[in-house]
């Protein structure tokens, strides 16, 4: 990190009048003034201040709640007739103020499964992985690899919705079926699995809460995905389906994160780093496409589902079994952490400082790090293409609002 | 009945004006009441009266004048009773507003190319002076106004140059000159708005930044004198097929564009100039259509032409007053003169009037602005059967120039009726105006259901341009009594019919008995929009109501910024008005150097002293 | 084309039963816990007391799943009131009004074949206007309690409130419930209520005389 312009921000947090920021891959914060940092063209977002911008000229207004959209969500839209020329985002309609501050690391863990539902392993994987490094608690391999499954599980649940969410604007409502079909049928067997469609209650400090049974969990997500193979196979040689994601909303910002930025050729994968989940002991292909555009986002994704089967495949022959362990001993360590994961929408960011409870907690999710791409590369685009471009960013308002 | 009377008449306003601006206004309107009912009574008598000076100082009263003043004193009424509360500043308005008006009667009733000169510059040295002592008047729209006004006085000097070269008299004589009659057509065509080039622009830009009652007045009565003068110098010469065909052509040009562009204006005033080009384009198709007629020996088409003419300018020149003035109550309310921006509020006898001008200006029956246009119309299907193919062939383009015109004049006005009278009832303002507006509403109204009465006693205005009257096309029909009845004239006997009288008496009818049926009994329900679960924002303005418009023909905007309240400019008119900047800005410097003054009055004293030659070679 | 219509027929009906047949694959932690041995259970969201579990106060934490173990059977949603004129088309709008994505993804799960709630007369509506039941998610964030109001005044009557998830019950670990803002006539609990819940509370909302 010598030339500060040439990083990409990734996040920035008020503490105590002064602003700290994160920088990718960087594991300190660094205290930077204001002015500096709204150098960053992404400042404004990954701050949580996106919503001042001005949009000028006649306003088109969807949302906040609205049949179209799955989330509260409100967009002022600036139009000359039917193009989008320019758009602001308001997501704080639907901020539910989550605050960590001041919480035990048990109430913190139970807000931090529920910042995203359907991200929820993730999540709680961040924050267990990042409170564990500071107590100084190290986990079994065992509980290791449980929550990278499950991250991969949920990946590979969360891709398929995009995905079908994608169909379903597109109005290929047969294709749509049959997707969810294969969504529902993988979200069953997590809640078989699991105990719960969403993975909430399954992590905890140092250990899994209740025992797992990995047998032919391999062999059912393999049938899932070779069928969304063949489906996306299909799929791709309906020019009607093409057409309308090929060229739509073309963005390449190097602050995206996740599959949006893979789309545009940014390599941008927190599996591919030594994280806090064992992703090195195992192998898997990365692949980046650069158009940019949501057919670019949607391959990548349907190319993710494939190989979030293979690394449940290999995980799964080393792990038949993961027993419920007994909580781990009470550490009284303090301390400040920062980790990341890949979330199914990309990076997620997570600084947490510990005392006697928990301090301050930032995190700077995957869907505010994407929004900017969307708001960049829908202006321009026709009124019709505006659902194509949303679903395929797969961005979740709920985790919009951040912590405090 | 001597020409002075009139003449007299309308010189009192202006000596009240140097006094006081009320009582300027308030004679300004007894005297136009008068001049409208004398010419009124006169107008079916079919008597006519000269006055010589000299061989070069002539006036004459006959049906054509008395037809012109009475439609102009109709206008010039409701004008001074809106002008009565709305004129709050020093005496120039009231004094520059009752001159104009005395040049208009000037034009109208002179019979000799001196007086008509003196009168069309002291009309335009009026109308300069209106625009150019308005607060806030920049220094384009005065100038852009007289350089056309000029431009059009160039024009009829040379027109009269060469009568006065074939005739040796300065009097208005039956002629023979091609040359002449086409300067003239495009002389008086320019107070219509028809200009060559595209270069439409300059009159919403010139007759939009004048005072309401200024605008009110070129954009009524000073068509309606051009329009006066160019059917009497038809009157004068015999039919020339190739000018009647070059006028019905630039008629449609300009139509076709000014139409567009009024539904896609923003600017209340701009939106009612570029109608005036319209109606401009329209009339002067109708006047080209007398002529071929005429050029065909159709001389109960050319009477038919020559009474749509009159429909026509009847209703353009009270319409236009009225939307002028409604225009003028809603720019005083809205900052920039924006439609969009206007929050509403208009008083009932305002809307309704604006709404009836509105109606009646989209060429709607049975106003007076829908008789004219199907009319015209009749007339452009009637010159399909000519025995030239090349008249067919131009009257079905003509005619389906007229149609896309009507439609597209329906969007601007529908627009201006629509977004101007909604909201409350609570804006304030002074009864004078929305008086004004209202008097004019209820002219078009009444002039389209009773049109058939004004054609039969207009008859003896429309022998003199065509050479006999169209008494023979009202008609009666079944339960239609006699006299209220329409009818073209086509080759085999009666081509198309309307019967005003009875479309309203059948609207009104079926409507209050529709009220009256189920008008008490529904339930008004007014529920919160629902918006997405707030109230901000999404409201659909004016601006959103014409985007389709300005969309479907963006390519005739180059020039149109995001939210501008520009006009929605055509790249020829941009590229004419840099120019004419360029031009006024090193005039304006010149003139700071070399009259230490405003350039104003440098303009002033050139006129002046044209007209101070004129006055010296009269004499 | 062809190929779709033969994938289609060769993949069968995937379609529950339910209402008419079991529910299958119930998720296992949305249904209720029963005691299964003495000791002291600290439950975050005070669901427990005297050994017995409030389904509308419950997160599905598994904090208790060394006493408590759920008995897998679909849990009943409190319906207060009806709507039984809907009886044949039966138009909700769901309204999030800040919840964490899983209730909003649960509630439009029901459009897929496995459920496929319009074989039932139900269907979902863009607009409020046309809604004869509003579907709240999440807890009642301050920006969005306008919104709520407006979607139920913008409603026409008969009219219910469906509160859907813990959250939208009694506000949960996070935030308030719907309580307070709006009367809710159907309380569907579960952390979020798993789709057979939400379509049994729909089915007994609309049949409710």
């Given at each position: 990190m010598t030339e500060e312009n040439t990083d990409v921000l990734s996040g920035a947090f008020k503490d105590i009048e002064a602003w700290n920021a994160i920088f990718r891959n960087g594991t300190t914060l660094r205290r930077m003034q204001e002015n500096r940092l709204s150098l960053y063209e992404n400042f404004d977002y990954i701050a949580g201040r996106a919503e001042r911008g001005e949009s000028g000229g006649k306003e088109f207004i969807y949302g906040p709640?609205?049949?179209?959209?799955?989330e509260s969500i409100r967009f002022r839209m600036s139009t000359e007739g039917e193009r989008i020329s320019s758009l602001v985002p308001e997501f704080s309609f639907k901020n539910r103020s989550l605050k960590l501050g001041g919480k035990d690391t048990e109430t913190a863990l139970l807000l931090a499964e529920r910042i995203n539902g359907p991200y929820s392993a993730s999540y709680s994987a961040l924050f267990c992985g990042v409170a564990e490094s500071i107590l100084g608690i190290q986990p079994s391999h065992e509980v290791r690899l449980t929550r990278m499954l499950a991250c991969e599980l949920e990946r590979i649940a969360c891709h398929l919705f995009v995905v079908g969410r994608l169909c379903e604007a597109a109005s290929q409502s047969v294709a749509t079926a049959h997707i969810f079909g294969l969504r529902e049928k993988i979200l069953r067997m997590i809640s078989r699995r699991f105990g719960h469609r969403f993975f909430f209650g399954l992590n905890d400090i140092g250990r899994i809460r209740t025992p797992v049974d990995f047998h032919g969990i391999s062999e059912s997500v393999d049938a899932v995905v070779n069928e969304f193979g063949d489906l996306w196979q299909h799929l791709s040689s309906s020019t009607l389906f093409i057409d309308r994601i090929q060229r739509t909303c073309p963005v390449h910002l190097e602050s995206s994160v996740g599959p949006a930025a893979r789309a545009s050729g940014y390599s941008t994968d927190e599996r591919l780093t030594e994280g806090l989940l064992p992703y090195s002991d195992f192998s898997f292909n990365f692949r980046k496409e650069y158009e940019g555009d949501s057919l670019s986002r949607a391959l990548i994704r349907s190319h993710e589902i494939e190989e979030s089967g293979s690394i449940i495949a290999q995980v799964t022959d080393q792990l038949h079994k993961a027993d419920a362990s007994r909580p781990a001993s009470i550490s009284d360590r303090r301390g400040e952490g920062i980790g990341r994961i890949e979330s199914p929408g990309g990076e997620t960011l997570l600084y947490l400082r510990l005392g006697d409870s928990i301090e301050r907690a930032y995190i700077r999710s995957s869907s505010l790090a994407n929004l900017q791409a969307f708001v960049r590369g829908i202006?321009?685009?026709?009124?019709?293409d505006f659902a194509f471009a949303w679903e395929s960013f797969g961005l979740w308002v709920c985790e919009m609002g951040g912590v405090i | 009945m001597t020409p002075m009377f009139f003449l007299v008449l309308f010189s009192i306003p202006p000596l009240f004006a140097l006094v006081d601006r009320r009582c300027a206004y308030i004679s300004g309107a007894v005297v136009s009441v008068i001049s409208a009912l004398i010419s009124g009574v006169l107008l079916g008598s079919g008597s006519t009266s000269m006055l010589t000076f000299s061989g070069t100082i002539i006036f004459r009263l006959d049906a054509l004048t008395y037809l012109f003043l009475l439609i102009g004193a109709i206008a010039w009424f409701a004008a001074s009773v809106y002008s009565i509360s709305y004129d709050r500043t020093g005496r120039i308005n009231s004094l520059t507003f009752s001159i104009s008006i005395l040049a208009m009667v000037m034009v109208i009733v002179s019979y000799s190319f001196v007086t008509l000169l003196i009168g069309w510059e002291l009309m335009s040295v009026a109308g300069y002076l209106q625009i150019g002592y308005r607060r806030n008047a920049g220094a384009l729209p005065p100038f852009l106004f007289l350089v056309f006004s000029e431009l059009s006085t160039l024009l009829i000097i040379a027109m009269a140059a060469v009568i006065y070269s074939a005739t040796g008299s300065m009097s208005y004589r039956p002629f023979v000159s091609v040359w002449a009659l086409l300067l003239g057509v495009m002389g008086f065509a320019v107070k219509l708005g028809i200009t060559p080039?595209?270069?439409?622009d300059w009159l919403p830009v010139a007759h939009g930044s004048a005072p309401t009652n200024g605008s009110v007045l070129f954009s009524g009565t000073m068509t309606m004198a051009g329009v006066y003068c160019i059917m009497r110098f038809i009157s004068l010469t015999e039919p020339y097929m190739g000018i009647g065909v070059l006028m019905m052509a630039a008629g449609a040009f300009s139509l076709v564009f000014a139409s567009i562009f009024a539904a896609s204006s923003e600017h209340v005033k701009y939106l009612s100039g570029y109608s005036t080009i319209e109606n401009g384009g329209s009339m002067l198709i109708a006047l080209g259509a007398i002529v071929v007629s005429l050029y065909y020996h159709d001389i109960k088409l050319a009477a038919f032409a020559a009474g749509a003419v009159i429909v026509y300018v009847f209703a353009h020149t009270v319409g236009k007053a009225g939307l002028f003035m409604f225009a003028g109550l809603i720019e005083r309310h809205a900052p920039g003169g924006r439609l969009d921006a206007f929050g509403g509020g208009m008083p009932d006898t305002s809307s309704a009037g604006g709404a009836l001008d509105a109606i009646s200006l989209a060429g709607l029956l049975p106003f007076g602005g829908g008789i004219g246009e199907w009319m015209l119309l009749e007339t452009l299907f009637i010159m399909v059967t000519f025995s030239n193919y090349g008249i067919s062939v131009l009257s079905v383009f003509v005619g389906a120039a007229v149609s896309l015109g009507g439609g597209l004049s329906l969007v601007a006005m529908s627009k201006i009726a629509g977004f101007g009278t909604r909201g409350g009832r609570d804006l304030k303002e002074g009864r004078g105006m929305h008086a004004g507006v209202m008097i004019t509403g209820a002219a078009v109204l009444l002039l389209g259901i009773f049109s058939s009465y004004l054609l039969l006693s207009s008859g003896n205005a429309i022998r003199i341009v065509s050479g006999t009257t169209v008494a023979g096309l009202i008609k009666g029909l079944l339960v239609v009594p006699q006299g209220l009845l329409i009818t073209s004239p086509g080759?085999?006997?009666?081509?198309g019919l309307v019967s005003p009288f009875y479309l309203a008496l059948l609207i009104t009818v079926f409507s209050s008995t529709a009220y009256m049926l189920f008008g008490f009994r529904s339930v008004r329900r007014r529920v919160p929009v629902w918006s997405g679960g707030t109230s901000a924002g999404g409201s659909y303005d004016s601006c959103q109501y014409s985007n389709p418009m300005r969309f479907m023909f963006?390519?005739?905007?180059?020039?149109m910024e995001k939210g501008s309240s520009e006009l929605p400019a055509n790249a020829a008119w941009s590229y004419a008005k840099r120019m004419a900047s360029r031009y006024c800005d090193c005039s304006a410097e010149f003139g700071r150097w070399f009259m230490n003054s405003s350039i104003n009055r440098y303009m002033l004293y050139i006129v002046i002293a044209l007209i101070a030659v004129l006055v010296y070679v009269a004499i | 084309m062809k190929s779709w219509v033969i994938r289609g027929l060769r993949k069968g009906v995937l379609t529950t039963r339910f209402p008419k047949g079991d529910a299958e694959?119930?998720?296992?932690?949305?249904t209720k816990p029963v005691k299964m041995s003495d000791g002291e259970v600290r439950c975050p969201a005070g669901a427990i007391s005297d050994g017995a579990v409030d389904m509308n106060r419950c997160i599905s934490c598994r904090r208790c799943s060394e006493h408590y173990m759920p008995d897998g059977r679909p849990v009943h949603s409190t319906v207060n009131s009806g709507i039984s004129i809907a009886s044949r088309s039966f138009h909700i709008y769901m309204i999030d009004t800040g919840s964490c994505g899983a209730c909003n993804s649960e509630v439009h799960s029901l459009h897929n074949p496995v459920y496929d709630f319009n074989r039932l007369g139900m269907f979902v509506t863009n607009t409020p206007r046309h809604a004869d039941a509003l579907i709240v998610v999440g807890v009642v964030s301050e920006g969005m309690e306008m919104a709520l109001k407006a979607a139920y005044e913008a409603m026409p009557s008969p009219k219910i409130v469906i509160a859907t998830g813990t959250c939208s019950i009694s506000g949960g670990i996070i935030g308030k419930g719907v309580d307070g803002v709006l009367p809710a006539d159907v309380l569907v609990p579960g952390c979020p209520p798993s789709p057979y819940a939400i379509l049994d509370a729909l089915i007994r909302a609309r049949d409710a005389k």
């Open positions: 709640s609205s049949g179209g959209m799955l202006s321009g685009a026709v009124f019709t | 080039f595209l270069l439409t080759p085999d006997g009666v081509f963006r390519h005739l905007f180059p020039a | 694959d119930v998720p296992l932690w949305t």
